[in-house]
């Protein structure tokens, strides 16, 4: 906990800045209100590189490294493999949004579990900061639904408007709960053992 703590008010200060800046209509380049959020500048995503180095020294450098930096990365791009496979099969069978969310969700934990296999105490600091991350936003998520806000947060693609005929709750449950506490839990605990497995390799530290 107090690995992640200072990194974890970062990125709630950061979704809290998305937030407000979608809702009081700055600049689409900095915060895009589209759905899935248009690639903007201002988003926790890009803090994932940033922590997964930060988390992997700080680890090494207080004895919870790993000895085999390479073997934690290919079991992390294996994660990406699966769930590159998964998508490709479920866009072959023609599922539905529903169906391909509770596949990701499936595979989200065959990812993550590949990557906690390859360095234990990094997976564990993910999986911990990953969720500290995530909560926030399904929270801001639900808010942003019941109110109809407009943001990033609650709109949806074209081609998945059928969602907004749901009720609240259920509309937050598929787009909100779902992915936030499973794919995009997989993303951060993936991505940030690549990256920080890289680090590791370039940098060699030594535990302190």
Not at 71 to 76: D, E, F, Q, V
Not at 87 to 99: E, K, P, T, V
Request: charged share 10%; proline share 5%; hydrophobic share 60%.
């Amino acid at each position: 906990m107090q690995l992640i703590l200072v990194p974890a008010i970062v990125t709630l200060v950061v979704t809290l800045v998305r937030l407000a800046g979608e809702r009081l209509g700055w600049s689409k380049l900095l915060f895009n209100p589209a759905a899935g959020g248009g690639f903007a500048i201002v988003g926790i995503a890009w803090l994932v590189p940033i922590f997964g180095v930060y988390f992997a020294l700080r680890l090494a450098r207080r004895g919870e490294g790993t000895d085999h930096p390479w073997r934690a990365l290919g079991l992390a791009v294996l994660g990406i493999v699966v769930a590159i496979v998964a998508g490709i099969g479920a866009n072959a069978l023609h599922f539905g949004l529903r169906r391909q969310l509770l596949t990701f969700a499936v595979v989200s934990v065959v990812a993550v579990a590949l990557s906690w296999w390859g360095w234990p105490a990094l997976g564990r600091t993910l999986v911990a900061y990953g969720l500290a991350a995530r909560i926030p936003v399904a929270a801001v998520m639900l808010f942003a639904i019941l109110g109809n806000w407009g943001t990033h947060y609650d709109v949806v693609a074209p081609e998945a408007q059928y969602l907004n005929q749901m009720a609240p709750l259920m509309k937050w449950f598929w787009i909100g709960l779902v992915p936030q506490m499973t794919a995009w839990i997989m993303f951060t605990v993936v991505f940030g053992t690549i990256l920080g497995a890289l680090a590791v390799v370039l940098v060699k530290p030594r535990p302190a």
